[in-house]
């Protein structure tokens, strides 16, 4: 399996652009997770799907960020509009059955906003 | 609220010594608590999850302990090596049991 994947790797953009994150997990795994990561505050939790469908979004940071998994192989984080303070490394992790235990990370998205 | 704490950001030792960090917890009692390694620019990598009835886990080089009085876990590689340096992570569950809490990590280097 190729693991957790994520594009783009790497995304510059200028404030109040839209950006779009995508993540496809691993095959038959249940779980997708969307994190960030920063210096200040580490790695957090955004929101988690459960067989595709929200469980707890409650990580989401405002209205402008929002997710969707509108099939088991496939998720978007989308930000809009976008700011500088949103600058960080966004992770899509996916686990099987039990959402706690052992997830696998992709690769991240590192974002810019200028 | 939940809070969990590694309390050093950097660890810096000689190849073949142990290396031992640090995971402390506060306000809750978790079921199970895992440690991931982090490389520059890649995502956390999963290494071991020791449960609460589990004072000691170990695989390879590897060691974990879980001390749910102290509200602490202790992570030791030994013979450490230069590969060995990344940053390393704890998590918890959190007490409804829906998500991991992360802590920020510890850097360990390595010298040869």
């Known amino acids: 399996d190729a693991g957790v994947i994520q594009s783009p790797r790497h995304e510059v953009t200028e404030m109040g652009q839209e950006v779009t994150l995508r993540c496809k997990p691993i095959?038959?795994?249940?779980?997708l997770f969307w994190y960030r990561q920063t210096m200040m505050r580490g790695l957090e939790l955004l929101i988690y799907?459960?067989?595709?469908?929200?469980?707890?979004d409650s990580g989401m940071p405002e209205d402008r960020f929002s997710a969707k998994m509108p099939n088991a192989s496939f998720s978007t984080l989308k930000i809009q509009p976008s700011e500088p303070r949103d600058s960080a490394v966004y992770f899509c992790?996916?686990?099987?059955?039990?959402?706690?235990?052992?997830?696998?990370f992709g690769p991240g998205t590192r974002l810019l906003v200028l | 609220s939940q809070k969990i704490e590694q309390n050093s950001e950097a660890l810096n030792i000689q190849e073949g010594k142990t290396a031992t960090l640090t995971c402390n917890y506060t306000n809750y009692s978790p079921a199970y608590l895992q440690w991931y390694r982090q490389d520059p620019g890649r995502g956390p990598v999963f290494l071991l999850l020791i449960r609460e009835n589990e004072k000691e886990k170990r695989k390879e080089r590897l060691k974990v302990t879980f001390d749910t009085t102290l509200k602490q876990s202790l992570f030791h590689i030994t013979a450490s090596q230069p590969a060995d340096s990344a940053t390393y992570l704890c998590a918890l569950v959190n007490q409804a049991g829906t998500a991991l809490i992360f802590g920020k990590g510890t850097t360990l280097s390595v010298s040869s």
């Open positions: 799907f459960n067989n595709n469908v929200p469980i707890d």
């Open positions: 095959s038959g795994h249940d779980y």
């Open positions: 992790a996916s686990s099987f059955e039990n959402s706690q235990e052992t997830q696998y």
